[in-house]
């Protein structure tokens, strides 16, 4: 079983509408949980950093984390075609010191297509 | 945010050669790693880079194989050497400035091996 668990997808989606991403996990020293938007022949980009459970807002994107479920999701209102790209659910322990220090272990990720 | 300037951003290389991949910061950070991600996948890390010292690989990943340079809080790199065409990934670098704070990457180095 990996660590890490997302929604392979991929998602088509109408323009405006609600898209809900979603990673489990099973490592529960994991405290620190990122998405990252991905575009085609680009590197990764940070969305949303948050830490510990409940909910992150910016903009249209919201950060949702459940840690007793081991649950994270990234909700995207009022989609648009410009937010077509590859979705990565990524986290961290950081327990100094030690193997995981600081490093980012990542979902799958999960291709989305907006189309007008 | 950290400003990553990763180069070459993409390179054709023969198989049995090795590239050097170099990552520039902005400023300067605690924690440098160098990620690979393979066509049509997710990022796996190689190893963290760390200043002054060896580089600490993860399972799978060995120095002969892919050494890594941190001379100082800015600036790193990877060689991938001896390739082969299963050496074809974007590879990435990764920043963050200490425990706790965000990730920010670079732009990837596309590299086919033929």
């Known amino acids: 079983q990996k660590e890490v668990e997302q929604d392979p997808g991929p998602l088509s989606v109408p323009e405006g509408a609600i898209v809900s991403l979603n990673c489990t996990y099973s490592n529960s020293a994991f405290q620190y949980f990122m998405w990252y938007r991905q575009y085609s022949r680009k590197g990764p980009e940070l969305l949303m950093y948050?830490?510990?459970?409940g909910n992150k807002e910016d903009g249209r994107f919201t950060a949702q984390v459940d840690k007793s479920s081991k649950y994270i999701s990234l909700f995207i209102r009022d989609s648009q075609p410009s937010d077509s790209a590859t979705y990565l659910c990524a986290m961290s322990a950081e327990n100094a010191g030690g193997t995981s220090y600081g490093k980012l272990t990542f979902g799958q990720g999960t291709i989305l297509t907006v189309h007008p | 945010s950290a400003v990553i300037s990763q180069k070459p951003s993409r390179d054709i290389c023969q198989r049995g050669t090795s590239l050097t991949i170099q990552c520039q910061v902005d400023?300067?950070?605690?924690?440098m790693f160098w990620y690979r991600q393979q066509p049509g996948q997710s990022l796996t890390l190689i190893a963290t880079?760390?200043?002054?010292?060896?580089?600490?690989?993860e399972s799978g990943f060995v120095i002969d194989k892919f050494p890594i340079s941190r001379p100082n809080l800015t600036f790193s790199t990877l060689t991938v050497s001896n390739m082969s065409p299963e050496d074809s990934s974007i590879y990435l670098c990764?920043?963050?400035?200490?425990?706790?704070?965000?990730?920010?990457f670079g732009q990837g180095t596309r590299l086919t091996v033929v």
């Open positions: 400023s300067q950070v605690t924690m």
């Open positions: 990764s920043v963050r400035r200490g425990p706790g704070t965000e990730a920010f």
């Open positions: 948050t830490y510990s459970s």
């Open positions: 880079a760390n200043q002054g010292s060896e580089a600490t690989y």
